[in-house]
T-cell receptor, first 114, second 112 residues
Framework: TQLLEQSPQFLSIQEGENLTVYCNSSSVFSSLQWYRQEPGEGPVLLVTVVTGGEVKKLKRLTFQFGDARKDSSLHITAAQPGDTGLYLCAGAKNYGGSQGNLIFGKGTKLSVKP | DADVTQTPRNRITKTGKRIMLECSQTKGHDRMYWYRQDPGLGLRLIYYSFDVKDINKGEISDGYSVSRQAQAKFSLSLESAIPNQTALYFC????WGLGPTHFGDGTRLSIL
């Protein structure tokens, strides 16, 4: 069974702090996606990384795909209350989605207090 | 209007009832998906469809069926609902290969 493990499960920080959340697997993925989900809503896609070692930035969010394409991290600089939510990573085994199935991690629940 | 619309948003029903959850999208995407989300288990794929004539089982298809009525519409049915199908259900779409890019806001289903 392919597993994507996310850590930590829960994170509560003060506004202005930096944080990193992790997504790890023993399997190689052709691509990895990060989503943020807020209560009562569906996940929103933040980024897709496809190349080992790739780094992508989205304002204060920095995403990195591991060199071996087995892990990824999300770093948030100067967190704000609007960053609060459930962060999900999901890995695709086959490029082009020939099987259509992403493996989702269980998520990191982030709370940023003002 | 939302890109991916799910109806109903909430449903409470009894064991043994047949239930249909509906999904429509305005993205023009060919690919549509149904997921369920349970606390502690994350999102799991029930069924997916790459076009109107294509239906594929996902990880947990037992007890569910789907119908792709048009490019924009993908419905999920529970033929005879049971309590362990109580969950949050999401429809999603994508244009091509790397998995769902747009999710609906979910249907919260409770089966008593």
């Amino acid at each position: 069974t392919q597993l994507l493990e996310q850590s930590p499960q829960f994170l509560s920080i003060q506004e202005g702090e930096n944080l990193t959340v992790y997504c790890n697997s023993s399997s190689v993925f052709s691509s990895l996606q990060w989503y943020r989900q807020e209560p009562g809503e569906g996940p929103v896609l933040l980024v897709t990384v496809v190349t080992g070692g790739e780094v992508k930035k989205l304002k204060r969010l920095t995403f990195q795909f591991g060199d071996a394409r087995k892990d990824s991290s999300l770093h948030i600089t100067a967190a704000q209350p609007g960053d609060t939510g459930l962060y999900l990573c999901a890995g695709a085994k086959n490029y082009g989605g020939s099987q259509g199935n992403l493996i989702f991690g269980k998520g990191t629940k982030l709370s940023v207090k003002p | 209007d939302a890109d991916v619309t799910q109806t109903p948003r909430n449903r409470i029903t009894k064991t043994g009832k047949r239930i249909m959850l509906e999904c429509s999208q305005t993205k023009g995407h060919d690919r549509m998906y149904w997921y369920r989300q349970d606390p502690g288990l994350g999102l799991r794929l029930i069924y997916y469809s790459f076009d109107v004539k294509d239906i594929n089982k996902g990880e947990i298809s037992d007890g569910y069926s789907v119908s792709r009525q048009a490019q924009a519409k993908f419905s999920l049915s529970l033929e005879s609902a049971i309590p362990n199908q109580t969950a949050l259900y999401f429809c999603a779409t994508s244009d091509w290969g790397l998995g769902p890019t747009h999710f609906g806001d979910g249907t919260r289903l409770s089966i008593l």
